[in-house]
């Protein structure tokens, strides 16, 4: 995308209600103002609430957010100019359970509190050099840790073979609880019980031949 692009999308995101902006140093010093209040305080709804990590341009907040008018989501990303198509469908289709939030996954303590029902990994950078920068890096798991609820889980859809492994090794050894996986999510049963939503990355790995894995676990 190119620079000018990205400038235009910035602006109007400051136009935007459904999309949170928060300062990190901000955060820092102080909690943001819903955390632990997101369902009472802002969507003003019942239902669960459910986030997705690295979301991107959001497909899979926007379309559970569809499918699940009962249920509330929120996408994170450190990217505006990937958010901003996900903010303005919401906005343009005024659905009241969906918004999207630019910040540091690095962040989310300092936003949610035991209150998170569900997480979704939508195919996360693997970061085959960097594992410390994995989203289920270990660090990570602790912040998803102090975010859910007691009985929340988290959900990795990823064509990073190294990822799945990765991940499923270490669920395994840090004694938390598998509920589901696959290494083909297509060739599975379980396609059946995800929501068949794919977003940009997968399409393009999916046009890629490439296999997709999915791994649902809980602490
Ligand atoms: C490979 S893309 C996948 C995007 C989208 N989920 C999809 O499937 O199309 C990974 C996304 O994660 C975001 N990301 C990676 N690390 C992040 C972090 N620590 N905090 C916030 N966003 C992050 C990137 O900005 C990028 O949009």
């Known amino acids: 995308m190119g620079r000018k692009k990205k400038l235009i999308r910035f602006k109007e995101n400051k136009s935007f209600e459904k999309l949170f902006e928060p300062v990190t140093l901000e955060l820092m010093k102080q909690d943001h103002e819903f955390k632990g209040k997101w369902l ?22 926007v379309g559970q957010a569809k499918m699940m008018p009962n249920d509330n989501f929120i996408g994170i990303d450190i990217k505006g100019a990937r958010l901003n198509l996900g903010v303005k469908q919401i906005e343009e289709e005024k659905m009241p359970n969906a918004c999207f939030i630019r910040t ?5 303590p300092a936003i949610f509190n035991k209150e998170v029902d569900e997480i979704w990994l939508t195919f996360p950078d693997p970061r085959p050099d960097r594992a410390r920068r994995r989203l289920t890096y270990p660090l990570f798991l602790d ?35 598998t509920i589901e996986k696959t290494d083909s999510l297509y060739e599975s049963t379980l396609l059946e019980k995800v929501p068949y939503i794919q977003t940009k990355y997968e399409k393009r790995f999916l046009a890629e031949n490439k296999k997709i894995c999915f791994l649902r676990f809980s602490f």
Do not use: A
């Open 40 to 61: 009472s305080d802002y969507f003003k709804r019942s239902g669960r609430l459910v986030l997705e990590l690295g979301c991107g341009y959001g497909e899979y907040t």
């Open 104 to 108: 540091q996954v690095e962040m989310i």
């Open 143 to 177: 912040r998803y840790k102090k975010v859910l609820k007691p009985n929340g889980s988290i959900c990795l859809k990823t064509d990073s073979k190294e990822l799945y492994d990765y991940t499923c090794e270490l669920i395994d050894s840090l004694g938390y609880k």
